[in-house]
């Protein structure tokens, strides 16, 4: 189940009414887009990053789906007067004409059926495009170990976007800042590495504060018992 994910600048201060737009469209419009399963949004500095999951074949499938359906091209442009385009971080190599974020990294590869049941972190950083073949060694190294379980991990989707690196988790737990502290606490030797191997390859945003994005916003499709 493939997401789209945006990113752009955002004032804090906007949050209530992002959140009233988007109750409203979700109380009435989207549970008539059988195929939108989720809505995530965050913000974390100056930035937002919107999270759409759809119940299609690819990314590039459903973004056809969000950009054909008017009612969401409508949504997009009430929230335009709100959300603003990030241009690119300094030392940003790769390109800046896609339309989302691209996801560089997918572990499980298999669908997350409890998708609507489940509760995401995002964690910000910056990235170059040449790192992608290091970054997505390093996890798949990882991912192939015991460490996601313990973690309580069920999906982990990593993204670019014009030099803005974003690391989504899935968990069961819906505390999932608890859930990511106790590996520290544990102090597991391969996780403090996999964290020092990364350092160098995805410098923080910013470096003032954590890395970890607050959601201000959520609605989940029902599902059928």
């Given at each position: 189940?493939?997401?789209?994910?945006?990113?752009?600048?955002?004032?804090?201060?906007?949050?209530?009414?992002?959140?009233?737009?988007?109750?409203?469209f979700?109380?009435?419009?989207?549970?008539?887009?059988?195929?939108?399963?989720?809505?995530?949004?965050?913000?974390?500095?100056?930035?937002?990053?919107?999270?759409?999951?759809?119940?299609?074949?690819?990314e590039g499938e459903a973004r056809r789906l969000a950009a054909a359906d008017p009612r969401c091209v409508q949504l997009?442009?009430?929230?335009?007067?709100?959300?603003?385009?990030?241009?690119?971080?300094?030392?940003?190599?790769?390109?800046?004409?896609?339309?989302?974020?691209e996801r560089f990294y997918l572990w499980p590869a298999e669908q997350l059926d409890v998708l609507e049941h489940s509760f995401s972190a995002v964690i910000v950083n910056t990235q170059r495009q040449e790192h992608i073949p290091e970054v997505s060694r390093l996890f798949a190294e990882s991912?192939?170990?015991?460490?996601?379980?313990k973690m309580g991990t069920l999906r982990r989707q990593i993204y670019l976007w014009r030099g803005i690196y974003l690391h989504i988790q899935d968990f069961a737990d819906t505390d999932s800042?608890?859930?990511?502290?106790?590996v520290w606490t544990e102090g597991d030797p391969r996780f403090?590495?996999?964290?020092?191997?990364?350092?160098?390859?995805?410098?923080?945003?910013?470096?003032?504060?954590?890395?970890?994005?607050?959601?201000?916003?959520?609605?989940?499709?029902?599902?059928?018992?």
């Open positions: 189940m493939p997401s789209i994910v945006t990113v752009g600048t955002f004032d804090s201060d906007d949050v209530a009414d992002v959140t009233k737009i988007l109750r409203e979700d109380g009435d419009v989207a549970p008539e887009l059988r195929r939108l399963r989720r809505r995530q949004v965050f913000h974390y500095g100056d930035l937002y990053i919107h999270m759409q999951d759809w119940d299609a074949a690819d997009d442009e009430r929230l335009s007067a709100y959300f603003d385009d990030h241009a690119a971080t300094e030392d940003w190599d790769g390109p800046v004409d896609r339309p989302a974020a991912d192939a170990t015991d460490i996601p379980q800042i608890k859930v990511i502290s106790s403090l590495q996999l964290v020092d191997d990364l350092t160098q390859l995805i410098p923080p945003y910013d470096p003032a504060g954590n890395s970890l994005a607050t959601r201000f916003y959520h609605w989940a499709a029902e599902v059928s018992e």
